[in-house]
């Protein structure tokens, strides 16, 4: 009890602190940094806590410039940068960020001077399954709120920021605008059947290729509102199905398999075509296509196939092998990738550590995880062959014929359901 009159007074205490400033609004009044001593850190407080806990961090010779004080959350894959919100050269008052669960340490920076405690914050990850818009029983393709919006089949979904998502439809083909903050769904071009589209790092251009004929190129801009521009078109070479397109780090080239094998790409500032190669896998490619996504960590591309229930990494010079899955067995079944099965894996995204995140269609209805560590294949969320539309916890959540995903940067995967007429969001804090 004593431990938590002791924290509250100080997060008011270095509330009153950071509302007396000087000039400089970056510092507060008290020792500044001394070079010549060591940064040192005593103790931190709460012991634990979810996302955006306010922490108080105690030691010494932090200064009073909080500009030049970093702290970050280390748990066993990165450095999770937290906020500061002041620094009293004794006491830093900080957020935790988003990080994994478990025990992590915190480590300190001032200028060129770093400490990490041996103590670890127990961080408590909360995950929800939630339905954004749409619904299993209505097939309509209506605009409005959230709740008053409707579906038919969507199979492509790309995040754009600010709680908003690209959605493309299969069935009455059409793409549409999801805005959770504006609580609306609009249709932003009628008529046009997509899949999985490519979205820009910076999350200003999103581009999606027709599926069928001969493969019109649409470009959608946050400055026109999203708003379609043609600016080419892949052509009737390919004459299988493209079901998903994907940028490399260059951001010039759009990449893409067709249903016939053809791995080559697209300049979308040229319009110039480049066939790369012939896949020279076993067994077919599903006829309506192939999902696409680049790892950047791999710099290559990983495709998924319901055909073959497998997972394969791609190269950009063509060469592809399978990375996880099995084309004899179409079931779900978690381990280690060279153990693990799939029954029908759809639209993959990477979160910002590297781990893919799969939805699965017939006989599996779940999202599936590949950790990026250790390659261990996890099911994260849904149960297996339970095709239904229930919120909540990942194990008690079920979705209806998950068709594509999409990673927000901030928490949110987005999941595009082809049963269930419905954008879903798995959100992971």
């Not at 009073?64 to 009293?88: C, H, L, M, P, W």
């Not at 073959?308 to 179409?330: I, M, N, P, W």
């Not at 029954?343 to 590297?354: H, K, R, T, V, Y």
């Not at 099911?379 to 594509?404: H, K, R």
Request: net charge negative; charged share 25%.
């Amino acid at each position: 009890m004593k431990n938590c009159i002791f924290y509250f007074l100080m997060l008011a205490l270095l509330f009153l602190v950071g509302s007396c400033k000087d000039s400089d609004d970056n510092k507060s009044t008290g020792a500044t940094y001394d070079p010549n001593q060591p940064v040192t850190v005593e103790s931190f407080m709460p012991a634990g806590g979810k996302l955006r806990e306010k922490v108080i961090v105690k030691g010494s010779n932090f200064g009073t410039d909080k500009s030049k004080v970093k702290v970050y959350f280390v748990d066993g894959t990165a450095e999770r940068q937290s906020t500061v919100i002041n620094v009293d050269d004794e006491t830093i008052y900080c957020l935790a960020p988003r990080q994994l669960p478990g025990g992590n340490h915190i480590k300190v920076v001032v200028e060129d001077k770093e400490v990490i405690t041996d103590a670890t914050f127990e961080y408590e990850q909360a995950q929800n399954v939630s339905t954004i818009a749409g619904s299993q029983n209505v097939r309509k393709s209506e605009d409005g709120t959230l709740a008053e919006a409707s579906f038919e089949y969507t199979w492509g979904i790309g995040a754009v920021g600010n709680n908003t998502v690209l959605v493309f439809q299969r069935d009455n083909p059409r793409v549409r605008l999801v805005s959770v903050d504006d609580n609306k769904v609009t249709t932003i071009h009628p008529g046009f059947k997509a899949g999985k589209p490519a979205v820009t790092k910076d999350r200003q251009k999103v581009y999606a290729a027709g599926w069928e004929g001969g493969h019109t190129i649409y470009m959608y801009t946050k400055g026109t509102g999203w708003a379609p521009t043609r600016i080419g078109q892949l052509g009737t070479q390919y004459a299988g199905r493209v079901l998903s397109v994907a940028l490399d780090k260059s951001e010039e080239w759009l990449y893409f398999v067709d249903a016939n094998k053809k791995f080559a790409r697209f300049n979308v500032t040229t319009q110039e075509i480049e066939d790369i190669a012939t896949l020279e896998i076993s067994g077919s490619l599903h006829s309506n296509g192939v999902y696409l996504v680049y790892h950047p960590l791999y710099d290559c591309f990983f495709m998924s196939n319901q055909l073959t229930y497998s997972v394969y990494r791609l190269e950009k010079d063509g060469t592809c092998e399978v990375f996880a899955g099995s084309s004899t067995q179409a079931r779900v079944q978690d381990g280690y990738r060279e153990e693990a099965y799939f029954a029908q894996p759809n639209g993959m995204a990477i979160d910002e550590d590297g781990n893919f995140f799969i939805v699965e269609g017939f006989k599996a209805y779940v999202l599936r995880k590949i950790s990026v560590e250790d390659g261990y294949v996890s099911t994260v969320a849904g149960m297996v062959d339970v095709a239904s539309q229930i919120d909540g916890t990942p194990l008690e959540a079920t979705f209806n014929y998950p068709y594509d995903i999409c990673y927000d940067g901030e928490g949110g995967f987005w999941i595009a359901e082809g049963w269930g007429q419905a954008v879903r969001k798995y959100a992971v804090e």
